[in-house]
């Protein structure tokens, strides 16, 4: 059974080591291509960034911080890393297909609420993917409760 991938929902990326840029990469992404910031977005102790909505089904993460970030699980196992994330159906049934077929992975539970659960893999050439479920994040347009 494959796993059930229904949308691409951010993509994350390193702005600087302590945020310095923020406003510059604001002003870009608001100002030259004329998307919005997310407000909503969680405070995450030692990961400056923010969200940056695209349309009604997508964000660009963007993350700032020393590497490795205070969440970081080990070598490699960092999510404010460059990676892609993708919704999942079920994420409980994505970690069993995972491990039926021995895929190694590893999980970040918590971080942007109480109830998230992120898993993260990497693709055969290195690329860090990440997995959460459909209705458990805020990339989703409808998922976002105004802040």
Request: proline residues 7%; hydrophobic residues 40%; negative net charge.
């Amino acid at each position: 059974m494959a796993i059930k991938v229904l949308e691409i929902h951010h993509t994350g990326v390193r702005i600087d080591v302590q945020g310095q840029m923020l406003g510059a990469a604001e002003q870009f992404y608001t100002g030259v291509l004329g998307l919005a910031a997310d407000r909503g977005r969680p405070t995450i102790p030692g990961i400056p960034g923010m969200w940056i909505n695209v349309g009604d089904v997508g964000q660009i993460h963007l993350f700032g911080g020393n590497q490795p970030s205070p969440v970081a699980k080990g070598p490699g196992q960092d999510p404010t890393l460059p990676h892609v994330a993708l919704a999942v159906a079920d994420i409980i049934e994505t970690r069993a297909e995972l491990d039926r077929l021995g895929v190694k992975y590893w999980v970040i539970e918590g971080l942007t609420s109480p109830d998230s659960l992120q898993v993260f893999l990497n693709d055969p050439c290195g690329n860090m993917v990440e997995l959460h479920q459909i209705d458990k994040c805020r990339c989703r347009a409808s998922n976002r409760v105004p802040a």
